[in-house]
Structure formats: C-alpha cells, structure tokens
C-alpha cells in the first residue's frame, strides 16, 4: 500500500512557475514508477509526465515537453514537478501516481496508487 500526498498548487500568472511535490508513504517508493496526470474542468484526465525507479528516464506529454521538468528523490520518497512558463491551459488538477513495475505507462488505468490532487491555476 503505498499513499501519495500532492502539494505545491497555487494560483500563478501566464510565464510563471510552480513546483509540485509528491510525498509518498511506505518503503517501497523505489520500486514504483511515478507518473503526474491533471485534470482540466469538463475534461479527461491527461498524462503529464512519468519517471522511471530510478529516475533515469523520464517521458513527457507534447503539451509540456520543455516546459515542465519531472523528479524524484527515492531518499525522501517525493517526487516532483517543475513547471515553467505557464499557461492558462495548464490550468488543471494535478495528481501523483505510483506504478508497481518497471515499465512507464501515460494510461492512467495503469497506475494502481493516486494522491487527492492539488489545484493549479494560471491566470491571463
């Protein structure tokens, strides 16, 4: 079991930046690949970027590639997104999610652990 808890939302301008955290329960974070999705109002939820156990590899969504710069620190068991220049449709919910395995996935069905989500806004 392991539980995931998102923070580092907030409400930023057009060309700002936030990071996002992840801090994952249990001693097994390792062994999990980790992945960050959003959800948009009135829309699916979207891969974002997901990170290999080690943290070797990394995949990104086209709509975030050179923007956002995903993470992770198996010793403190988090990881991370970074999101520069952002734009109002970035605007989303953004939850963590953990991946038993060794092979990445951008379907969410795929992931077998989810954190409650954080709130990003990027204002015009």
């Known amino acids: 079991q392991v539980q995931l808890v998102e923070s580092g939302g907030g409400l930023v301008q057009a060309g700002g930046s936030l990071r996002l955290s992840c801090a994952a329960s249990g001693r097994t974070f390792s062994s999990y690949v980790m992945g960050w999705f959003r959800q948009a109002p009135g829309k699916e939820r979207e891969f974002v970027a997901a990170?290999?156990?080690?943290?070797?590899?990394?995949y990104y969504a086209d709509s975030v590639k050179g923007r956002f710069t995903i993470s992770r620190d198996n010793a403190e068991n988090t990881v991370y997104v970074q999101m520069n220049s952002l734009k109002p449709e970035d605007t989303a919910v953004y939850y963590c999610?953990?991946?038993?395995?060794?092979?990445?996935?951008?379907?969410?069905?795929?992931?077998?652990?989810w954190g409650q989500g954080t709130q990003v806004t990027v204002s015009s």
């Open positions: 990170i290999t156990r080690r943290g070797f590899i990394t």
């Open positions: 999610a953990a991946r038993l395995g060794s092979t990445w996935s951008e379907a969410g069905y795929e992931y077998d652990y």
